[in-house]
């Protein structure tokens, strides 16, 4: 069985920093795009960045030049540090990704999401 596993969310005040990481474990033959999306109370799910395999990245504007999305390919890990942070960037922090894998003897893709991990900016 594959997953995802975020960790680093907690409370911080407007204008500090956090680290996310997401971890992926199970039979993995490979990982195509990873990526980060939030939910905010009342909210629906919006993209916050999405990092491809050769490390192409791709940002929502309200993060661009706040958020850094990165990823350890030998670890099979994608972080997002988080800066200058805002209160209207609280919201549940998801972690996605494209996973090739084994099962039953046959190559599938699945699409897999982490449980989230909670961010709470302060004013």
């Known amino acids: 069985q594959v997953q995802l596993v975020e960790s680093g969310g907690g409370l911080v005040q407007a204008g500090g920093s956090l680290r996310l990481s997401c971890a992926a474990s199970?039979?993995?033959?490979?990982?195509?795009?990873m990526g980060w999306y939030r939910q905010a109370p009342g909210k629906q799910r919006e993209l916050v960045a999405t990092?491809?395999?050769?490390?192409?990245?791709n940002y929502a504007d309200s993060v661009k030049g706040r958020f850094t999305i990165s990823r350890d390919n030998t670890k099979n890990l994608v972080y997002l540090q988080m800066n200058s942070l805002k209160p209207e960037d609280t919201a549940v922090y998801y972690c996605n990704a494209d996973i090739t894998t084994r099962r039953l003897g046959t190559y599938r893709d699945l699409e897999v999401w982490g449980q989230g991990t909670l961010v709470t900016v302060s004013s």
């Open positions: 990092i491809a395999s050769v490390g192409n990245t």
């Open positions: 199970g039979i993995i033959l490979g990982i195509n795009n």
